[in-house]
């Protein structure tokens, strides 16, 4: 009996569609490496229950008049919310109304959420199949789209890169280290500057005592060191223009300087400004990388990190950082030749 590997059997099968319809077969005609990746759909939706959640208290927030609400969760794929006074329900739903209004979809609009106002006071708002799939192929979109980012600053040569159901097929025909690849491609990227939370001693927070806001975060380092960091995000990778590896000539280390765009500059002046004397910390995929003290104010958007970086740690951060982050992780499923 003969066995396939599930990258063979796809391979096979977009082969077969390819001859059926007459299209040209590009896998077959662009020999070479593999990678077969799986989109983590459960975070996708995940991420944007959370993103949801944060723009229910937005609206109820910035309302003509003040709602009164509690309970603000999120519950399985669901968004609820108890208003404290029933005479604002209507009030409440109105306020609201841009959170079920229908979106646009790539085959027309698609209705993410539905409100269920059923029982008195309570309001859920619950991601439809329709808005899961919506976000799983925006997700997949996007992830295409950082892929090919990588893919070209990394010089690969004639990469051809196509979905399938939950994931993405990449081949880059040549690669020689095809693990270091994928590991590569698969990195989210997810890079933020948060404040260190000094209130509370770090051993406490490890033992469960972590205040309201702040969660505890480690090191790469072997042991793990571990940091009381605030949750909220000062300055986040989005804005990020550019990132290179460089050799400090102070130090003789590697680091990685990068450039922050208008908001970014503004908001990360704004924030040094007012935290002088306090530990920040840089998180890459939640994990802290440094945690530098904010000596004076950074006013030009000009910021370089270091941390014991080796040149291909460097490198490879810099490289995160100009393409960006993937909206999600993506598991390596398999890796062919």
């Known amino acids: 009996m003969v066995y396939l590997s599930r990258l063979k059997v796809i391979l096979i099968g977009l082969a077969l569609i390819s001859m059926a319809f007459g299209a040209p077969n590009v896998l077959a005609a662009v020999p070479g490496a593999h990678i077969l990746f799986r989109l983590d759909t459960d975070q996708v939706k995940t991420r944007r229950l959370e993103a949801m959640r944060d723009q229910v208290r937005t609206l109820l927030r910035d309302a003509e008049s003040r709602i009164s609400y509690s309970g603000l969760v999120v519950s399985g794929l669901t968004v609820q919310l108890r208003i404290g006074d029933p005479a604002q329900v209507e009030a409440a739903k109105a ?10 979809g790539k085959e027309g609009p698609v209705q993410e959420f539905a409100l269920d106002d059923s029982e008195r006071g309570l309001l ?5 199949d329709a808005g899961a799939k919506y976000r799983t192929y925006a997700a997949l979109t996007q992830s295409i789209e950082v892929i090919k980012n990588r893919l070209n600053e990394l010089g690969v040569a004639d990469p051809a890169i196509q979905l399938t159901d939950d994931g993405i097929l990449v081949q880059a025909p040549g690669v020689a280290d095809l693990h270091s690849l994928a590991q590569t491609l698969a990195r989210q990227g997810r890079l933020s500057f948060q404040l260190v939370d000094t209130s509370t001693p770090v051993n406490d927070a490890v033992n469960g005592q972590a205040p309201a806001g702040s969660s505890v975060l480690y090191t790469l380092d072997d ?30 280390q590697f680091v990685v300087a990068f450039r922050l765009d208008s908001k970014g500059t503004q908001r ?8 002088i004397g306090k530990p920040f910390a840089v998180i890459l995929d939640g994990q802290v990388i440094s945690a530098p003290m904010i000596r004076e104010p950074i006013e030009h958007g000009t910021v370089q990190i270091s941390g014991n970086f080796t040149v291909d740690n460097a490198k490879e951060l810099a490289l995160l950082f100009r393409t960006g982050a993937l909206p999600a992780r993506l598991t390596i499923v398999e890796e062919a030749r």
């Open 95 to 104: 306020a609201l109304k841009a959170v079920i209004d229908p979106i646009a």
């Open 124 to 128: 859920k708002f619950t991601m439809t």
């Open 223 to 252: 042991p793990p060191v571990p940091y009381l960091v605030e949750d909220r995000v000062l300055v986040s990778g989005d804005s990020v223009l550019d990132a290179e590896a460089i050799r400090d000539s102070s130090t003789e």
């Open 268 to 275: 990360f002046k704004w924030a040094t400004t007012r935290n």
